[in-house]
């Protein structure tokens, strides 16, 4: 029996409700932006930002190819270079596992992320012995010169243990750089190998290390917004471990603080100890002190057991720092992502938001300055996701609409104090249609089922890709939202399609609790939506059956389905 048959069945033998109302409601402008709320858990040692409050994401976002490690560096001639890994990028494959563990590369031409071309891929041997991981960290190409850095992870892609399954549990050292002297059509391999790191520190037994996967701060084109020439690198580590500490406390993706280091970029520096500069704190004026000794290296942030994978990026508009930091929880479980912002390299720094479930297990997050608007505020946000969606149970959504494995690049504004009202009402955090995995039971080619749940009444003929539509369906035609816990709502608003041949006449809403409610005609011009109030209940699912249309209706739909948590106001 298929998914529509059973609902049709239950919607059949249950009694319909009575206690729903009908009401006329109109259009809503079209969504600018949606607010994506910010909530850091207790104990957040960051204070609120008073002047960046929220970060809001517009709609518009692009996905790239099947492998991950995405770290766009701005070079001279105008184009981004980056790493890659465990993927495929134009039918070439790279795993970073393992003793023929490969890392790749590869150069993004465009000035609009939506309509990039990834091309000049290759990819590049290194062995991780004695660990057995090697991934691609920091990478930055300035004066010509493409400088790889590679980092080792242990003991394995999987360990379980007490019943949970953990990736990657343990960060290895930072290995070095192997450097490219022709934007990476050929390499030289960096002289420092896994057994001697660069910095000199050692994870084989999940012993904690400072800087163990670096990413370069991103200054702009060719680094034209360094303060003094240097390259700065940003990495998340632990300084006490791994006794007393939880399993996986110090991963690639976890970690207790961020730390600082600078070099001057040049061939000769570049995979020497010496030449480096770490962050050691602040002196009696407050101005940052720097030490040649790793060991005497001081985090510019801490937050045990709430860090990990961090990159940073000057935006020059603003003058602002903004570091983007993910917390991996256990390696394989949805993660948070959050944005602190400060006027000065080495902090203090300020919260603008702590972006529960981003992704919903967004990783490798990070800003391209390439695509930071004029004005500062709207930017683009570059990841991967869900690459462990199954593990342990965990299954993974996309959210925002756009997050997968591969590189996603989503566009966000960043709002001030003055633009924290509410732009339009579809977009609103009560409205969480948008958070629920979509079902129909057909899609017209050329159409998405998503656009349902898009915060945008439009559709064909003005714009096709902002509604759902069937193929060929008229009476029975579903369309079912899911979501991950229980959610209590007591209101839906249904919209048609605005076009004047389709229409639906009648329809039925379904719950996951049994109850169901009859619905009314719909408005045919989606100017306005049919409201369906009717008593709060707790749901994990909700469906709506159309169960007539117009006469000469032949490709039935909506425009826009929105659904109302009540929140006991």
């Not at 101005?287 to 290296?297: D, Y």
């Amino acid at each position: 029996m298929t998914k529509r048959t059973t609902l049709l069945a239950l919607a059949l033998v249950v009694v319909v409700a009575t206690d729903a109302s009908e009401t006329l409601v109109p259009a809503p402008a079209p969504s600018q932006w949606r607010v994506w709320p910010s909530e850091p858990p207790p104990g957040c040692p960051f204070p609120k930002s008073t002047s960046l409050v929220a970060v809001a994401f517009t709609g518009r976002h692009a996905e790239y190819t099947g492998a991950d490690t995405w770290y766009p560096s701005w070079a001279a001639d105008g184009n981004l270079y980056s790493p890659w890994t465990d993927g495929n990028v134009n039918g070439l494959h790279s795993s970073s596992a393992g003793p023929d563990a490969t890392t790749g590369h590869a150069t993004i031409l465009g000035d609009d992320p939506m309509k990039l071309v990834v091309t000049n891929q290759g990819v590049f041997k290194s062995s991780p012995r004695p660990y057995e991981g090697r991934y691609p960290c920091g990478s930055l190409v300035f004066g010509g010169v493409w400088y790889y850095g590679t980092y080792c992870l242990h003991p394995s892609g999987r360990v379980d243990r007490d019943g949970i399954p953990y990736n990657w549990p343990w960060l290895g050292p930072f290995v070095g750089f192997r450097w490219s002297t022709d934007l990476g059509r050929t390499w030289t391999q960096t002289p420092c190998t896994p057994e001697k790191p660069l910095f000199g520190e050692h994870a084989l037994n999940g012993e904690p290390v400072k800087i163990g996967a670096p990413h370069f701060v991103d200054f702009g084109k060719n680094m034209q917004h360094s303060p003094d020439g240097k390259a700065y690198l940003v990495a998340h580590g632990a300084s006490h471990g791994p006794d007393g500490r939880r399993f996986a406390y110090n991963s690639w993706i976890t970690g207790d603080e961020i730390y600082l280091a600078r070099v001057t970029p040049a061939v000769e520096n570049m995979n020497d100890a010496s030449k480096y500069e770490f962050f050691a704190g602040h002196d009696q004026v407050g101005q940052p002190t720097w030490t040649r000794n790793l060991s005497e290296a001081k985090p510019i942030a801490s937050w045990r057991d709430n860090m990990g994978c961090v990159t940073m990026t000057y935006n020059a508009p603003l003058k602002k720092y903004l570091m983007c930091v993910t917390d991996g929880g256990n390696t394989v479980s949805r993660y948070n992502t959050y944005i602190l912002e400060s006027d000065s390299i080495t902090g203090p720094w300020k919260l603008v938001s702590y972006m529960k479930h981003f992704g919903e297990q967004a990783y490798f997050v990070n800003i391209p300055s390439k695509f930071i608007d004029g004005d500062g505020r709207t930017l683009w946000l570059c990841y991967a996701a869900n690459f462990s969606s199954g593990w342990g149970g965990i299954v993974f959504k996309s959210r925002p609409r756009g997050s997968r494995y591969g590189m996603c690049l989503q566009q966000i504004r960043i709002l001030g104090p003055g633009d924290q009202e509410p732009k339009e009402v579809l977009g609103s955090p009560e409205n969480i249609a948008p958070e629920a995995a979509v079902t129909v039971s057909s899609v017209h080619p050329g159409y998405k089922a998503e656009a349902v749940v898009d915060c945008a009444v439009a559709g064909w003929p003005e714009n096709q890709q902002a509604e759902w539509a069937t193929a060929g369906e008229i009476n029975t035609a579903m369309v079912r939202l899911t979501w991950n816990e229980k959610k209590r709502v007591g209101r839906v608003w249904l919209f048609d399609r605005p076009n004047s041949i389709d229409r639906v006449t009648g329809g039925m809403l379904v719950f996951s609790d049994g109850s169901t409610v009859a619905t009314g005609p719909l408005p045919d011009d989606a100017k306005q939506g049919l409201e369906v109030t009717f008593q709060p209940r707790e749901i994990t699912w909700l469906a709506f059956i159309v169960t007539s249309a117009k006469d000469g209706t032949t490709n039935v739909g909506l425009s826009e389905l929105a659904v109302w948590e009540d929140r006991g106001k």
